[in-house]
């Protein structure tokens, strides 16, 4: 069984300053790591995912993760945010021997980003 | 569809009714799942279904709770003798079959139901 812990609940950040959202997890097996945003009032968007290669993973509107085997880690870091990223952000795992099961979600952190 | 709709995307209910979750996944997608969110939670599993094959009902809280999946592709949730820890937003997810997690889940936009 796995587990993903995103420690800061909430995240206050001014605009254009940098945010980092922690998320650890703990499995005995190889798993995908995934990075969910949902906005206020709709459903949640795969944001980024890191499945191989690469251990730096970056999304289309900035967002880059950065998965740490040895800290067990999937930080997720923008350089500078924008009113726009406030969001509930979750972290996700998967088993990579059972692809189609389910992902496992962290509590979730959510960006209040200030103007 | 282009996307998974859930249907009703608000439900009041009043205790101890039961209610009737609607789930229409991607055409094509032959996984699908349910989560529930409750008020400052993270996700929590309740049921997956692969195919034809048996669901994993592991996450299911209760025996008030059941689910199915109709002919591989709607699947609706019911709630028996609804409580009020029962209210959240039920969210619905589809996946092509293994490649789940290659491509992430698509979700639909939830059904927030509040038990009064």
């Known amino acids: 069984a796995q587990s993903v812990t995103q420690l800061d609940s909430q995240v206050p950040v001014f605009e254009e300053a940098p945010v980092e959202l922690r998320c650890n997890y703990s499995s005995s097996v190889s798993v995908y790591l995934f990075w969910y945003v949902q906005y206020p009032n709709q459903g949640l968007q795969l944001l980024l995912k890191y499945l191989s290669g690469s251990t730096l993973v970056e999304s289309i509107n900035g967002f880059e993760a950065e998965f740490n085997k040895s800290q067990t880690s999937f930080h997720l870091r923008k350089p500078s945010v924008h009113i726009s990223d406030t969001a509930e952000y979750f972290c996700a795992v998967s088993e990579v021997d059972n692809a189609g099961n389910m992902l496992t979600f962290g509590g979730g952190t959510r960006l209040m980003v200030k103007p | 569809g282009a996307g998974v709709s859930q249907s009703p995307s608000n439900k009041v209910t009043e205790k101890g009714k039961d209610v009737e979750l609607r789930c229409d996944p991607i055409s094509g997608h032959t996984a699908l799942y349910w989560y529930r969110q409750s008020l400052g939670q993270g996700l929590e599993f309740l049921i997956y279904?692969?195919?034809?094959?048996?669901?994993?009902k592991s996450g299911l809280p209760s025996d008030r709770f059941s689910a199915e999946r109709t002919g591989g592709s709607v699947s609706t949730l019911t709630i028996q003798r609804t409580q009020q820890e029962d209210s959240a937003v039920y969210l619905c997810?589809?996946?092509?079959?293994?490649?789940?997690?290659?491509?992430?889940?698509?979700f639909g936009s939830g059904t927030r139901l509040t038990v009064v």
């Open positions: 997810a589809s996946s092509l079959a293994a490649t789940g997690a290659n491509y992430g889940y698509t």
């Open positions: 279904f692969q195919g034809n094959s048996a669901p994993d």
